[in-house]
């Protein structure tokens, strides 16, 4: 430990030659003058790119809410870069078209992503692929968009067992009083994990 003081004058200087302002003494103490802010963290050309597609996805195939706040990260991100990457978030060469959810599955998509967080039940009537109807009281434990349709895995209450559910055959979605409780088998984790097993 004894090194330590000649190490931290070492950093210390490093830091003042990067231009750092920073005073003080060895013995006594260093600060940081006020005002000063580290560099914003920077992107390149691909990395924008990147999140530039993944804004457009969010915005085109989730609800409103998600929609608004990929929006207002972009606009963060815009404020922060340099004028001459600017041009790149106007890229129209990678687009997304909105042609997915519609308002109501837009509308479950919000409340469930809520209700998920918060671990609350819900209950709904659900038409099969073949047209049969039922309802279903449910767990829900996560949501999958698979290019073409959302999905909720939950744990159903009817028949006891994992089970994967369409927004859009949804109907009639209520927010219970109850709440469920993270049981061993009963997790998203093992969900995935009996998902994995079978390949």
Not at 44 to 68: C, H, I, P, S
Not at 137 to 149: D, E, I, M, N, R
Request: aromatic share 8%.
């Amino acid at each position: 430990l004894s090194g330590i003081p000649g190490v931290m004058r070492a950093i210390v200087q490093d830091l003042s030659l990067s231009g750092v302002p920073i005073e003080g003494e060895a013995g006594i103490g260093y600060r940081l003058l006020k005002g000063f802010h580290l560099p914003p963290l920077m992107f390149n050309e691909e990395e924008l790119a990147a999140l530039l597609l993944g804004a457009r996805m969010v915005q085109a195939w989730t609800d409103k809410g998600l929609a608004r706040a990929a929006q207002h990260a972009m606009r963060k991100i815009e404020s922060a870069l340099p004028e001459r990457l600017k041009p790149e978030l106007l890229r129209e060469d990678i687009m997304v078209p909105d042609f997915t959810a519609d308002n109501e599955v837009s509308e479950h998509l919000a409340l469930l992503r809520s209700v998920t967080k918060q671990q609350r039940k819900i209950h709904y009537d659900y038409t099969r692929e073949d047209g049969q109807c039922s309802k279903r009281t449910v767990h829900p434990l996560g949501l999958f968009y698979w290019g073409k349709v959302w999905t909720l895995v939950a744990w159903c209450e009817l028949r006891e067992e994992f089970r994967h559910f369409r927004l859009d055959r949804m109907r009639n979605v209520n927010v219970l009083d109850d709440s469920f409780e993270s049981v061993p088998g009963r997790t998203l984790r093992d969900f995935l994990a009996s998902v994995c097993d079978k390949f």
